[in-house]
């Protein structure tokens, strides 16, 4: 069975960073590009990074570019996602998410990270 | 940046009743559009890629159709779990695969 347990949110200052963790079982995680998406409360969802299967290539969105940083252990079959100078606008529920060729097709649960100002 | 947008964002349906639910892209992105369904509490959940075929495991009841800019979803019968947001994605600029805002199908 493929899982996606997702740890690492909490409640942070304006400014402060955080580092979230996706850990990965039931297939074989180095075969596969990842993502984090995420979510604000009670809003929709929003694509954050990507990170190809071999760590060559990642990208962000603009409203996170320069502050996240993704990525990954193909040995210890786990996602990252490094954020520093965390606003407000960064509370959400964060999605560890498999992508294959046509969609994510596997989410974690989620962890919520919470930005006080 | 490709604009998805959904509509309507609410849509009241009976149990048994069909639900037609709209995606529309800012610009042409082939079949390249994924849906989920979204419980509340739950992560969302692959229905339908490649505009038209369905996910393991998901009911035939649900089906997408539509190519371009104009894209589908439909639950032919609309079962009491079905209530949830469903949510479309384009597939088509990689790897910015943006979301529409979601249409909530609540029970009418």
């Known amino acids: 069975e493929v899982q996606l347990v997702e740890s690492g949110g909490g409640l942070v200052k304006t400014g402060g960073s955080l580092r979230l963790s996706c850990a990965a079982s039931g297939f074989t995680f180095s075969t596969y590009a990842m993502n984090w998406v995420r979510q604000a409360p009670g809003k929709g969802l929003a694509w954050v990074s990507y990170?190809?299967?071999?760590?060559?290539?990642?990208h962000y969105a603009d409203s996170v570019k320069g502050r996240f940083t993704i990525s990954r252990d193909n040995v210890k079959n786990s996602l990252y996602l490094q954020m520093s100078g965390l606003r407000v606008e960064d509370t959400a529920l964060y999605f560890c998410?498999?992508?294959?060729?046509?969609?994510?097709?596997?989410w974690g649960q989620g962890t919520l990270v919470t930005v006080s100002a | 940046e490709i604009v998805m947008t959904q509509s309507p964002a609410t849509l009241s349906v009976s149990p048994g009743e069909r639900a037609t639910l709209s995606c529309r892209a800012s610009q042409g992105i082939s079949n390249n559009l994924a849906w989920y369904q979204q419980k509340p509490g739950q992560a969302p959940r692959l229905l339908i890629y490649?505009?038209?075929t369905r996910a393991t495991g998901i009911p035939a009841r649900f089906s997408g159709s539509g190519s371009g800019t104009e894209f589908t979803l439909t639950i032919s019968s609309l079962q009491s779990e079905d209530f949830a947001v469903y949510y479309c994605?384009?597939?088509?600029?990689?790897?910015?695969?943006?979301f529409g805002q979601g249409t909530k199908v609540e029970i009418k």
């Open positions: 994605q384009q597939c088509h600029a990689w790897p910015t695969w943006t």
């Open positions: 990170i190809s299967s071999d760590s060559g290539t990642t």
């Open positions: 998410v498999r992508a294959s060729r046509d969609g994510y097709d596997q």
């Open positions: 490649g505009a038209s």
